[in-house]
């Protein structure tokens, strides 16, 4: 291997050359390798592993990391084997990901994570080296004391205009969480080729949790100058936030809320709107209720109509939708029991044709189970009856029921079973 970066790597790689030559061979084999041996050859290397009396597991497994990777460079093969390298390294990151606690526990966790950024420098133009994707991900959950430090010695040993393009998204993350956003854009733009939108999907998650929006602006203007609208891929729920948040024209708002009527959902619906006048809600409403109720055919357009009937209270159109469009009431959603609950509770006068076409309903089916719900229905009912003093009405109601259907005696004595 190349000289030794750090204390005790020659050591080390002393201790598991062999080791990490049958791995090298297992991974350049040339015979057709699928996941799952791969998988296998991955379980191999970290079983050799455990073997080793050593408390610094963590060195070890980034001593065998970086032996594979030189002997795969000094041999030219890397691009030949690049998925079987990826699997590798992914799998023996995710090792020393799983191990951050004990290293923590331990006091090892600084150590190694200097080990690491050494590693990172070392090969920071090298577009293959495993060591920027394993940095990313320890950034996202990284003690905020660190990161500072991190950032300083990146920015202190890297050439931003020179690194490899997995660098420069960890070192740019480093920066964006040490709350540097031109820093970070910079590192960004420093790259020839445009990125991809999951590439940057943490970065736009972060500006997002940090309500960033302007700063979100200025990367989408800067990184994707040549994008039209909805062509944003995983970043697109972001950017839609953020034009629902920044002053825009009414096309910009538009287009947000044609794109959310392709797929409803009432938690984004609320992420969208979170920043609107009571007004501009209103209008908004009135805009996507009718849209809505020409979708109720979709399942999840249906839920979110539900749902928005329900937390603005629209009653009157609540009622209406139940008396067009519930032909089964034994197999409401929950989000359709809910509203029918509230309806109920909060309208009365609006609840009670609902409950009598429901009731109705039921019993046209002639089934035992639909017989039980309409007796729970029509219990119900009597209390709404009772809410507004006019019990008599109901008694007159029930009476004229049990003559229409004095032929479905499994009805009628659902009926006396239940006290009615």
Same mark, same amino acid.
């Given at each position: 291997?190349?000289? =030794?970066?750090?204390?005790?790597?020659?050591?080390?790689?002393?201790?598991?050359?062999?080791?990490?030559?049958?791995?090298? &061979?297992? +991974?350049?084999?040339?015979?057709?390798?699928?996941?799952?041996?791969?998988?296998?050859?991955?379980?191999?290397?970290?079983?050799?592993?455990?073997?080793?009396?050593?408390?610094?597991?963590?060195?070890?497994?980034?001593?065998?990391?970086?032996?594979?990777?030189?002997?795969?460079?000094?041999?030219?093969?890397?691009?030949? /084997?690049? !998925?079987?390298?990826?699997?590798?390294?992914?799998?023996?990151?995710?090792?020393?990901?799983?191990?951050?606690?004990?290293?923590? @526990?331990?006091?090892?966790? !600084?150590?190694? @994570?200097?080990?690491?950024?050494?590693?990172?420098?070392?090969?920071?133009?090298?577009?293959?080296?495993?060591?920027?994707?394993?940095?990313?991900?320890?950034? &996202?959950?990284?003690?905020?004391?660190? +990161?500072?430090?991190?950032?300083?010695?990146?920015?202190?040993?890297?050439?931003?205009?020179?690194?490899?393009?997995?660098?420069?998204?960890?070192?740019?993350?480093?920066?964006?969480?040490?709350?540097?956003?031109?820093?970070?854009?910079?590192?960004?733009?420093?790259?020839?080729?445009? /990125?991809?939108?999951?590439?940057?999907?943490?970065?736009?998650?972060?500006?997002?949790?940090? =309500?960033?929006?302007?700063?979100?602006?200025?990367?989408?203007?800067?990184?994707?100058?040549?994008?039209?609208?909805?062509? $944003?891929?995983?970043?697109?729920? $972001?950017?839609?936030?953020? &034009?629902?948040? @920044?002053?825009?024209?009414? &096309?910009?708002?538009?287009?947000?809320?044609?794109?959310?009527?392709?797929?409803?959902?009432?938690?984004?619906? @609320?992420?969208? =709107?979170?920043?609107?006048?009571?007004?501009?809600?209103?209008?908004?409403?009135?805009?996507?209720?009718?849209?809505?109720?020409?979708?109720?055919?979709?399942?999840?357009?249906?839920?979110?109509?539900?749902?928005?009937?329900?937390?603005?209270?629209?009653?009157?159109? *609540?009622?209406?939708?139940?008396?067009?469009?519930?032909?089964?009431?034994? !197999?409401?959603?929950?989000?359709?029991?809910?509203?029918?609950?509230?309806?109920?509770?909060?309208?009365?006068?609006?609840?009670?044709?609902?409950?009598?076409?429901?009731?109705?309903?039921?019993?046209?089916?002639?089934?035992?189970?639909?017989?039980?719900?309409?007796?729970?229905?029509?219990?119900?009912?009597?209390? +709404?009856?009772?809410?507004?003093?006019?019990? $008599?009405? $109901?008694?007159?109601?029930?009476?004229?029921?049990?003559?229409?259907?004095?032929?479905?005696? *499994?009805? +009628?004595?659902?009926?006396?079973?239940?006290?009615?």
């Amino acid at each position: 291997m190349e000289q =030794s970066l750090f204390k005790g790597e020659a050591g080390a790689f002393a201790a598991i050359e062999q080791d990490i030559i049958h791995t090298y &061979k297992l +991974i350049t084999s040339s015979r057709y390798i699928t996941n799952r041996h791969l998988e296998q050859i991955s379980a191999d290397a970290k079983k050799r592993l455990s073997h080793v009396e050593s408390e610094d597991d963590w060195l070890y497994l980034l001593t065998y990391m970086r032996g594979i990777y030189t002997l795969a460079e000094r041999a030219a093969t890397y691009e030949e /084997y690049e !998925r079987r390298f990826h699997y590798f390294f992914q799998a023996m990151s995710d090792e020393l990901l799983a191990g951050r606690e004990k290293m923590q @526990l331990t006091g090892a966790f !600084r150590p190694f @994570l200097e080990q690491l950024l050494f590693l990172v420098v070392y090969h920071a133009e090298e577009a293959e080296a495993p060591w920027p994707p394993l940095l990313f991900q320890l950034l &996202k959950n990284m003690e905020a004391s660190y +990161i500072e430090p991190i950032f300083t010695f990146l920015s202190e040993s890297v050439d931003r205009s020179r690194c490899s393009r997995p660098l420069s998204l960890a070192y740019s993350y480093a920066a964006l969480l040490a709350g540097d956003e031109k820093a970070a854009l910079s590192i960004l733009r420093a790259q020839r080729h445009p /990125y991809l939108d999951q590439e940057l999907r943490s970065h736009f998650e972060l500006l997002k949790q940090r =309500s960033k929006w302007q700063t979100m602006k200025e990367w989408v203007d800067a990184l994707f100058p040549h994008k039209h609208q909805g062509t $944003f891929g995983s970043l697109q729920p $972001f950017i839609d936030e953020m &034009k629902t948040t @920044l002053p825009a024209n009414k &096309k910009e708002f538009d287009a947000v809320w044609n794109r959310w009527l392709l797929s409803p959902s009432y938690q984004r619906f @609320l992420t969208f =709107s979170k920043h609107y006048r009571d007004d501009e809600l209103e209008e908004l409403l009135n805009r996507l209720l009718p849209e809505l109720k020409r979708r109720l055919h979709q399942v999840e357009a249906a839920k979110t109509f539900e749902k928005l009937l329900l937390t603005t209270k629209r009653y009157p159109l *609540a009622a209406d939708y139940f008396l067009k469009h519930e032909r089964d009431p034994l !197999r409401m959603r929950p989000e359709k029991v809910e509203l029918l609950e509230a309806l109920r509770r909060d309208a009365p006068a609006y609840a009670k044709p609902v409950y009598h076409q429901l009731v109705i309903r039921l019993i046209e089916k002639k089934s035992r189970l639909h017989y039980e719900q309409a007796a729970v229905l029509l219990k119900e009912l009597k209390g +709404i009856y009772e809410q507004d003093e006019t019990l $008599f009405r $109901f008694a007159d109601y029930l009476t004229k029921l049990k003559k229409m259907y004095r032929t479905y005696r *499994a009805f +009628i004595e659902e009926l006396k079973r239940i006290g009615l």
